[in-house]
Structure formats: C-alpha cells, structure tokens
Nanobody, 123 residues
Framework: VQLQASGGGLVQAGGSLRLSCAAS????????LGWFRQAPDKERENVAA????????YYSDSVKGRFTISVNNAKNTVYLQMNTLKPEDTAAYYC?????????????????WGQGTQVTVSS
C-alpha cells in the first residue's frame, strides 16, 4: 500500500485546513485509512480513521467535533477536514493504513504509513 499525503500548511488559530491522502497499491481498498500525528515531545496520536465504505469512523477525543474524515472511492482518496484549529494541533500529520480495526487506538497500530505533512497553527 502506498500513501501520498498533502495539504498541510500554516494557519491561525480558529482556521481550517484539509489534508488529502491518495492510496494505491495492492489491495489498498481492503485497508482502513486514516491519520496519526506526531508533535515534538508528545506521544504519537491516532486522530482519525475510516473504512472505505464510510460506515465505521474513529476520532480521538482531542479532535472530535472539530475534524471530519471522509472518503472518495472514485479518487481512492481520504480527506481530513480540520476546523477550529488550535495551537496544540501543531504536528506532522501522517496518512496511515490499518489492515484490521484495532482493539485499541493507542500506540503505533497501523500497518503502513506515508510521508508526513506539517500542520502549524499559530496563536
């Protein structure tokens, strides 16, 4: 599975950004896609994930109500719409793929990941 992320940038607190993750490769449609983030001196956090059917979605408590994950099957792309951004959302965001729905979303539970895209939120 190959994952290509894009869409990061610099935004003021309260602003919005949309991340995109294009998936390709063998059997990529059998994987769950989503995002984790890594900030300096912070624990890696899985923030959102979605099945290709869109029926199952995960959000971490820290982004619930502000971030929305969606999928476009025709484009093999998953999106993360990030609204009401806060300085604590500043991190490198990585697109990731899970073969099975994890029993816990803590830790490095993904099977594949792509290059990161930086999101910086200024106060």
């Amino acid at each position: 599975v190959q994952l290509q992320a894009s869409g990061g940038g610099l935004v003021q607190a309260g602003g919005s950004l949309r991340l995109s993750c294009a998936a390709s490769g063998r059997a990529f449609s059998t994987y769950i896609l989503g995002w984790f983030r890594q900030a300096p001196d912070k624990e890696r956090e899985n923030v959102a994930a979605i099945t290709w059917s869109g029926r199952s979605i995960y959000y971490s408590d820290s982004v619930k109500g502000r971030f929305t994950i969606s999928v476009n099957n025709a484009k093999n792309t998953v999106y993360l719409q990030m609204n009401t951004l806060k300085p604590e959302d500043t991190a490198a965001y990585y697109c990731a793929a899970w073969r099975f729905w994890p029993t816990s979303w803590r830790g490095e539970t993904y099977d594949y990941w792509g290059q990161g895209t930086q999101v910086t939120v200024s106060s």
